[in-house]
Structures are given as C-alpha cells and as structure tokens.
C-alpha cells in the first residue's frame, strides 16, 4: 500500500527530482514528514519566495523543480517565482499543503485565510497551465500524474494542493503512471513549413540562425548542433538562449538583443537576408527594448508549437519536428559569403592586470571571460548585470541563467541554490547587483549551511543603477551595507573581501579559485554610472518622453 504523499514524490523522483526546496508550515508538516523519509531531499530556504527561485533554476538544469510551501503565507509568498517561471516557459511543480477537507466544507474561519477557500487555488490557477485540489483516494493519482504531464508538456508551472487529510490515504496507483502527450505535429503543415524554409533559406546568401530558450527547454540542444554542422550557418542566440551549445563553438557568433548587442552581433543578425529565428520569446527585453531590428520579410519563426514564413503560420508543428526537416533538406553553405567571427576569439584578447588601477566595469568583465572555466556555471541578477554578462562565453551548454524576459530583481542568490543542488559538478558564479542582492540576500544563509562553493560576485555601484541611467532620482538611492561582512553574520564557513582596484580583483580571485569548499563573496566597488555600454545603449531606447 502506497499514501498520497509517497506516491506524489515517487513520481517526482522518477521524473528526476532530486532536491525539493519549501519551508514548513502545519498545513504541510504532514506531507513534510513524508517528504523527509523519501528519497528527495528537501532544502529549507529561508523564505517561500526564494525557494520557488531556488526551484525554477533547479527546473532550469534538470528539466523539473518543485517547491512544497504552506497554504496561505506560504502559497502567496511563492506567486512572484511562479508567475516569472510561467512567462519564462520553465516546468515548477508547486505543491501546497491545505486545511482538512473537513474544514473547507463547513467554511470554518482558519488563520492563514481570508475565509475564502478558492483564493490561493485561484490565484494560481491563472499563473499556472494545471492546477488541482486533491479530492479523493481513488482519484489522487490520476490527478498528480495529469498534472505532472501538463508540467512536463507545456514547460510551464503547474500546481498540486493536498488537504492534510490525504496525505496519509492509501493512494491507487494509475496504471499508466505519467500520462504524457506528444507534441503533435501535423505532417502536411510541416512539409509545406519546410518546403518554404528551405526554399528562402537555399537562396539567401548570408542566412543566420538565432536560437532561443525553448533549446533549453526541450532538449534539443544536440539537433542545433547537427543543424549547424549540416548547413554552416552563423548562430547567435538570445539571452534566455544563452549557453544553447558551448560559445567555443566556431559558428557561434555571440548573444544577440537588439541595440544592446555588440556591434558586430547586431549588424549581421540584421543585415542577414534570411534569419531562423528558432524556440525564442519575442519579449522588448529579449529584443534589447524593441530595438532588434528583424525584418518580417526575412525572417522564419518557429517554435515548439508553430512555424511563421513571413505572414504565414503553419501549425500545430513541433519545433524538433521542423528542424529535423531543415537537417535532412538544407544544404551546406560555404563559409566565405557568410561572414562568420566567431565569438571565441574575444578570449584570445590578452588581460594583464594593472595592480594600482581601479577597476571599471568594462575592465571587470574583461577579466571575467578568462575567469569563466570549464566548470562555471554563470547565474546573472536582473540589472547591469545580466546586460554586462551576455558576452560573457560560456565553454558548456546550459551553464548559463537569468531572468531575462521576467526580470524580477533579486533572483539569482536562490536561483544559485538550486542551480548548486541541480548541477553539483559545476561551480555556480553569480554576478548580482547591490540592489538585486538586498531583495533575496538572506539565501547566502542556506548556500553557507549546506557548504556550497559559489563565487559570488556584489557589484557595488551604490545603487539602483540600471534605474539610474533610465531614470533617475532619491528612489535609487539604497542604503550602503558593508555587504562583504554579512556572510560571516550566517555563523558558517564561508570567504569574503571587497576590492576597489585590479590587484586586490587578482588577489581575490585566486583565493576564491583556492576556497574548493566554501562560499566565496567578493564586493566588487564600481563607480555609480560605470555600467556596460548595452546599458548605456538601453538607457536610450527605453528613456521615457518626459525625461
Ligand atoms: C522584484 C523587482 N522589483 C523592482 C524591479 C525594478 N528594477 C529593475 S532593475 C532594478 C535595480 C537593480 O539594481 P542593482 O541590482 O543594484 O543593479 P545595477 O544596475 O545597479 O548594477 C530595479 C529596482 C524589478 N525588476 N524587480
Ligand atoms: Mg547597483
């Protein structure tokens, strides 16, 4: 005999959870208690926003993340994580405990609740693509599994809630455990989408490709990769693209978003007569603030659902589907008309530290292209930091992350959590705000009790200054922490320092590579409007009218 609860995490096993991040409450102390005893580790976190953070990155690297919260202050706490994980395509499982079934019937006033029973089901029902209240033994299981196919299907968030009173309920088990749909495609509208792909992309003479999330997403990393073999074509990806193969790749040309590109990057993908534009969210920040300059005329837009050829949709076609058509029907084009610089070389461009000089922003990420190794995994904060870092190369695939279309400040000291748990041959590198870090700073705690390795990186630019250049005024001010000694506040082992000039950066840096076993927290002081030049090149597409 199998309970509810058991069976809910045998399932998320068998899907590759690992790890469940949550923080208790006694709605969900019963399913905590067998959530403990089963084979998945659960990571309390200090607060339910960040586990659902830490969740969403873990969901990044494994292909699923689940958070397990309380009902009421755990479940509305959670709604932000949840919300970006839905825009950024990424498949969370959040499960609530709840009251008693008893309770709910006779409408008993419970703390945690307004009274209104529907509320937190409600809310993330519209944040979510399936959501459930477990109602019995006999259906508990069918209803898990679709859920859990839904997750896995669309790539978004689903939500699981279960009254304290199932969890212990002999469960019956499906017989077909997980129920999953495959993508459908119809084969005429493939063959036609790909008889008109390849008949503009045989005849462009500088085509490109420009990949985006859903490589990440669905896996498909390796039918890019044979698609760029086949035909020769340039890549560039988008930033929630980013690290789609490894950036050491020779047709990889670098991260493209518009005018926040570099300028090589922006003026090929621009200029190419043919771009296939494929798995990307055509979001302003993705198009660097609606400055990507894509003409519909050349342009082929396919993704896990359909294919666009100029003004014509073809649907329902998978976007594995359509690239496995492009690989067998596309010829190999040669090198010389397509203009391709690689984006490795900028790692051929020499670095030599000058001890005295103060760092800038452009001299520290210099440096960090040749700091990045084979086992970095990048985890950039929503600000100057996830500008400054697209070019960045990243040696593997899927060792990069941000929040780039969601963009909620504060992700990436519990997404470095997750990402910690989820790849933990890889040596997560944050690089965060001063700004993002005071929203969710409370996550080094959890880093430092479960004695990770990051590097984590402040930049301190006193301020709110992706604000600054935008907009400016007394709101992007903050107050100045000394945030280098708040590490050694959470009473664990950890390494921390602040550097001002690019002798200490060394000096750091080296210690950090040293410290195999601890946290490591450097406090990187730039000036106030030293910033990357996408940000100034931002500032000026997004200014408001009034400024
Ligand atoms: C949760 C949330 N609140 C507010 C914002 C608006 N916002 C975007 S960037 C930013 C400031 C980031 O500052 P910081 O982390 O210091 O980065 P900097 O650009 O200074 O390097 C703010 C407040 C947001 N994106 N997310
Ligand atoms: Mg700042």
Known sequence: MITIGE??????????????????????????DVLVESPIELVCTCNELNAGYAADAYARVKGMGAVCVTYGVGGFSLVNAVVGAYAERVPLVVISGASDRSIRRDNLLLHHTTGDYNLQFSIMEKATVASVILTNSAQAASQIDQTLAACLHHKRPVYIEIPRDLVYRPCIPSENPIYLTDNLTDTAALEEAIEEAVFLLEKAEKPIILAGVEFHRFKLQDKLLKLLEVTGYPLATTILGKSSISEMQPQFIGTYVGALSREYVSQRVENADCVLCLGAIMSDMNLGGFTANLNPNNLINANSEKVKI????????????????????????????????????????????????KLTNARFYERMNHFIAQESFVISDTGDAIIATIDLLMPQKTDFIGQAFYLSIGYSIPACLGVAFAAPNTRPIVFVGDGAFQMTAQELSTIIRHHLNPIIFLINNDGYTIERVIQDNIYNDLQPWQYHQLPAVFNGESWSCQVRTEGELEKALSIAQGNIDRLSFIEVHLDRFDCSPGLIRLGQAVRSPHV
Do not use: C, W
């Open 7 to 32: 069976y809910l995490f045998q399932r998320l096993h068998n899907l590759g959870v690992n790890h469940i991040f949550g923080v208790p409450g006694d709605y969900v102390l019963d399913l905590m």
């Open 310 to 357: 100029k003004h014509h949709f073809y649907q329902p076609v998978f976007l594995g589907d359509f690239i496995d058509g492009l690989i067998d029907k596309l010829s190999h084009k040669e090198a010389a008309t397509l203009e391709i610089k690689p984006a490795a070389e900028l790692k051929d461009l020499e670095f030599i530290a000058v001890p005295e000089q």
